[in-house]
């Protein structure tokens, strides 16, 4: 699913150069979520640990995609929450390890340049092509919305016009976005093809793993289920949540062998236990009946503290920093808009699409006789 070279350049590091001559050609790789809330253990595990480990790689872009957003929650509520619930996940991604120094993060809705970019790749892409995409169709499910609103219909291509605005190369999201990653390639061949080279086919980088199970043991954790450690949670809370996690249902007694495959007590030990011996031994006694799940439970708070108490001290220094977040994300969008400026007027001179507008006010200054 890795792209194949693209035969437009990618865009080079704008006016950063330390001189004249050609600056280096810098891989810019965007990603992102739409702004419903904090963080929590499923995120991290699902992509935030992904994008600290690639983001010094590239010249890495954040967006808070408050328009996709809208296109399954637009009540006025929900758009007041945009402000916080964009900060918090800010703040969660830089305490748990994201560098501000190596990141763009910016507002969609303060980029108005890439609602034209998606209009004008639109005319590019099929209805029939955009039902297809398997995605669509449960997130309006999962908004109570029985028929297709036409924006979510959109939202590959929305998707597409905001990696384009930006000339990604590198897009790292999981399984749910690849068919909308795989739209934009689609999108930026058709361009390039009908209208000339424009655009890099950005690549999709795979974030391959299996989703974090809830604290109920149900397969995902998610915020609207309600089974969710949040980066952000206080440690008593942390412990409470342990304390009450879904376990092996056949085990009544310490003294019952129990199953560690798809146990979600394990699965997290596995993903967050820094001491893979004592993960190692925990195991081997669980399926021998020789420890209680009380035991099993305590060391994976224990565990779970050594990674978070860091995170969570990073998170308060980070927020008694005033207007660090917003100085950021405003920065940030700035920085986006000329961006995406700068590609929308590329667009628009490939497709001819200043010309007529620029042959009336020829002909307009054209004394009239
Ligand atoms: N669709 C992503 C989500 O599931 C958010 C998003 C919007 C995005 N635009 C993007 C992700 C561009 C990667 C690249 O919330």
Do not use: W
Not at 33 to 44: A, E, F, I, N, Q
Not at 131 to 143: D, F, T
Not at 292 to 315: I, S, T, Y
């Amino acid at each position: 699913m890795t792209a194949p070279a693209s035969t437009a350049p990618a865009r080079t590091a704008p006016r950063a150069g330390p001189g004249p001559g050609p600056s280096p050609v810098v891989p810019r790789m965007l990603t992102g979520d739409r702004p419903t809330g904090r963080l929590h253990l499923g995120h991290y595990a699902g992509s935030l640990a992904n994008r600290i480990r690639l983001h010094r790689q590239y010249e890495s872009f954040f967006i808070i995609a408050d328009l996709h957003m809208l296109t399954t929650k637009n009540s006025p509520q929900d758009i007041a929450a945009v402000g916080r619930n964009a900060t918090d996940m800010v703040l969660d991604s830089l305490a748990a390890g994201l560098d501000p120094g190596h990141c763009v993060f910016y507002l969609q809705s303060g980029v108005p340049e890439i609602a034209e970019i998606s209009l004008l790749l639109s005319s590019l892409v099929t209805v029939p092509r955009l039902q297809r995409v398997p995605s669509l169709k449960e997130m309006a499910g999962h908004a109570g919305q029985g028929e297709m609103p036409l924006a979510l219909l959109g939202y590959p291509v929305l998707q597409a016009a905001d990696i384009l605005a930006v000339m990604a190369t590198a897009v790292p999201v999981g399984r749910d976005n690849a068919a909308h990653v795989e739209v934009t390639r689609e999108l930026a061949r058709r361009f390039n093809r009908r209208y000339g080279e424009v655009f890099p086919v950005p690549a999709l980088v795979p974030a391959d793993v299996p989703s974090l199970p809830g604290i109920d043991g149900r397969a995902k954790m998610s915020k609207s289920l309600g089974n969710a450690i949040y980066l952000s949670d206080p440690p008593a809370e942390v412990a409470a949540k342990v304390r009450r996690m879904y376990t092996d249902p056949a085990r009544t007694t310490a003294g019952v062998p129990g199953t560690v495959e798809g146990n979600p007590v394990f699965v997290y030990h596995d993903v967050f236990n820094d001491r893979p011996g004592e993960v190692a031994e925990l195991k081997a006694r669980y399926r021998a009946g020789t420890v209680g799940d009380a035991e099993v439970k305590q060391q994976l708070g224990a565990a779970l503290e050594r990674f978070l108490g860091p995170v969570r001290a990073r998170r308060a220094r980070l927020a008694a920093d005033e207007g660090l977040v917003a100085g950021l994300i405003v920065a940030g969008t700035e920085r986006t808009r000329r961006e995406a400026a700068r590609t929308l007027a590329e667009m628009r001179a490939a497709m001819g699409l200043g010309a007529a507008l620029a042959g009336f006010r020829r002909a307009a200054r054209t004394p009239a006789r």
